[in-house]
């Protein structure tokens, strides 16, 4: 089982929406995964509008995905890169640290990831 950036096993982001590059749940990655969808985020409306507005709208559903379309309050599993932006804006959404994938921390701090992290990973 892959790990978290806690160096525990890598826990559920979220099934209700279904989240995860390989729409299981995680956080995980893999060669296929060119976006790295690491880190779970519990969205808010900036977060949802800072992606809207850097190229990815998470708001309108896609049904012919599968994708229901965020609300402020979901989880998603969103690339690495994406959640990076928005922390340089000031926009970085809350962040599930026991499910975020290890492999983030190539791109951001443990420390910043605890900086935004959930009430519950304090």
Known sequence: ??????GTELRCCCRN?????YRDGYCRTGP???GLHTV?????????DFSVLDGNDLITPRPEYGFPGLKP????CVCVTRWAAA??????GKVDLEAT???ALEFVSLEDL?????????
């Not at 929406?17 to 590059?21: I, K, R, S, Y």
């Open 73 to 76: 309050g979901d989880k998603w």
């Open 17 to 21: 929406p279904v989240t995860g590059f």
């Open 40 to 48: 779970c985020v519990l969205v808010d409306e900036d977060f949802l």
């Open 87 to 92: 922390l340089k804006r000031g926009l970085a």
């Open 101 to 103: 994938h290890s492999s």
């Open 1 to 6: 089982m892959p790990t978290n950036v806690l």
């Open 32 to 34: 296929e995964d060119v």
């Open 114 to 122: 605890k900086a935004h992290a959930v009430e519950a990973n304090l």
